[in-house]
């Protein structure tokens, strides 16, 4: 949340070691959501209704400046509830202090959920009558659901006989997310909007497979219901954020900006005795600004804040690089370990006219990765590799001409030979992006050591990687533009930066100005 002239993150966090275990909240803060200073911790686990752990929850700032937080506690016996805090000092900008609601837990589970399933309240929205209204994620047997609530205080509530959404087989969900966004203007919306000119996102963390899913569509205030437009990409089983490593992702709207932010959680790919060996697990990605795409208006797009361009250094730039079927094509940058990469690729027309049609599906998890190849791909950037390419990462497209002539297109990034370290879960991310007509193909990468996260068609399809190169570190790494079509030449044009370090570090007193 973004709180006089400070954003603040609030995140899980156990003190005691690099696994899962004793949650309680941390809290850090920045003037730009990129240089972040860590503060002593929000909130331990100091009484009896979050004695288990303090669990995810969500700020709410009223129409008078004040801030409400809910967040779940897990008991002393295991059972989730909700509960209230504030701050202790609101004229604080950096809200070091808070203070727990003597009268927590201000919700049980009700009756027919069980005790463990009801989590992870969402911020409050306004509605018609005045009322706050929160949502909070559920399941019935394997159905994912969402309940609402609605309370004046913070402190009572009444659960509303209709559930938010609901959708068979997608199990218990998590850090359910809702806000509006335009059909028309560019900014985010306050969470509290409502109307013609908006859909609205619900947005769930699926606890069964571990990705965030997404719908668009309508809500209707007077049902208490949200209706997907697509029921075929429904919550859960159609749209995601994010097609790699991210989860329990969280929005909020920044006023001091007027956009919608959403950062997600990047979790490791290597072994539990790894992150133990190196002291730290998990990561924030760039945070990222949502919008609906106007274009399609089936879809979302993410793109990372306009603030990380503030750790840009020198730039390269490279235009129409020819890369002929089968070939790799060295990019002669500096180091390449902390990248900012923009680029479009073009296919030549004639192979695209001369290619086949097929009726074959490709799927980026499961087609054979960078080195299986087609007629029109896979063809992109090769990010930390090493000179002799025993490492690297692809991030990439492939293009299908399908038996009605149509294009159909996938970004994928390919952890195969990420690395040559064994305890390292190497998979290959990715699924279709939406390609309209005239435009190029598109993509940017943010490399940083073990993290690659890539942005197709201006953030239509987004995915996230962790890998952990043993030569392709520091300066040995190197990028690459790759093309291993059986037909098509591509050409490409990028823009290559050196990013600078973010140098997060702990608060001092005389940083406060």
Request: proline share 4%; aromatic share 12%.
């Amino acid at each position: 949340m973004y709180y006089k002239g400070w954003y603040h993150f609030f995140y899980q966090y156990n003190p005691n070691g690099a696994v899962w275990g004793d949650i309680v909240w941390g809290h850090a803060v920045s003037r730009d959501m990129i240089h972040w200073l860590h503060l002593p911790l929000a909130m331990v686990a100091d009484q009896w209704y979050d004695m288990d752990g303090v669990w995810t929850g969500s700020a709410t700032i009223l129409p008078n400046g004040q801030v409400i937080m809910l967040y779940t506690g897990s008991t002393n016996e295991s059972v989730q509830v909700q509960n209230l805090a504030y701050p202790a000092d609101p004229s604080d900008p950096l809200l070091v202090e808070w203070v727990k609601y003597s009268g927590n837990p201000v919700l049980f589970p009700p009756p027919g959920i069980d005790s463990k399933d009801f989590r992870d309240p969402t911020t409050a929205w306004l509605t018609s009558e005045g009322k706050w209204r929160i949502t909070i994620g559920s399941k019935l047997n394997k159905t994912g659901i969402a309940l609402v609530y609605d309370t004046e205080d913070f402190k009572s509530y009444e659960l509303k006989e209709d559930l938010l959404h609901a959708v068979p087989g997608t199990g218990m969900w998590e850090c359910v997310d809702f806000f509006p966004v335009s059909k028309k203007a560019e900014n985010g919306l306050d969470t509290s909007i409502n109307g013609a000119e908006v859909k609205h996102v619900m947005k769930v963390s699926l606890d069964d497979d571990r990705h965030d899913y997404y719908a668009l569509g309508t809500y209707d205030e007077k049902k208490v219901k949200f209706i997907p437009d697509d029921f075929k990409n429904d919550v859960g089983i159609g749209l995601r954020y994010d097609y790699g490593i991210f989860y329990a992702s969280k929005t909020f709207y920044d006023q001091k900006k007027d956009r919608r932010v959403l950062w997600g959680w990047i979790g490791e790919s290597d072994s539990e005795y790894a992150d133990v060996a190196k002291g730290w697990a998990s990561v924030q990605g760039i945070p990222r600004t949502v919008k609906l795409d106007k274009k399609t208006g089936s879809n979302l797009l993410q793109w990372p804040v306009a603030e990380v361009e503030s750790l840009r250094l020198r730039s390269d730039e490279f235009k129409d690089l020819k890369a002929k079927p089968g070939s790799v094509v060295s990019i002669d940058i500096e180091t390449a370990t902390q990248l900012d990469i923009v680029a479009e690729f073009e296919i030549d027309k004639e192979a695209l006219e001369k290619t086949a049609q097929s009726n074959v599906e490709y799927q980026c998890s499961t087609s054979g990765g960078a080195v299986q190849r087609g007629a029109l791909g896979p063809f992109g950037l090769l990010v930390l590799a090493d000179d002799g390419l025993s490492e690297y990462t692809p991030v990439y497209f492939y293009v299908v001409k399908g038996s009605n002539g149509n294009l159909k297109t996938s970004f994928c990034s390919d952890q195969s030979r990420s690395s040559l370290a064994n305890d390292v879960h190497k998979q290959i991310f990715g699924s279709t992006v939406p390609v309209l007509e005239g435009e190029k193909l598109s993509l940017r990468i943010l490399v940083d050591h073990s993290i690659v996260e890539s942005f197709a068609q201006g953030g239509r399809t987004c995915v996230t990687s962790r890998v952990y190169p043993t030569r392709a570190i520091y300066g040995a790494a190197r990028l690459f533009l790759f093309n291993n079509a059986t037909e098509a030449t591509v050409t490409a044009s990028l823009k290559v930066w050196q990013m600078n370090s973010a140098f997060i570090r702990p608060f001092h007193p005389d940083q406060k100005s």
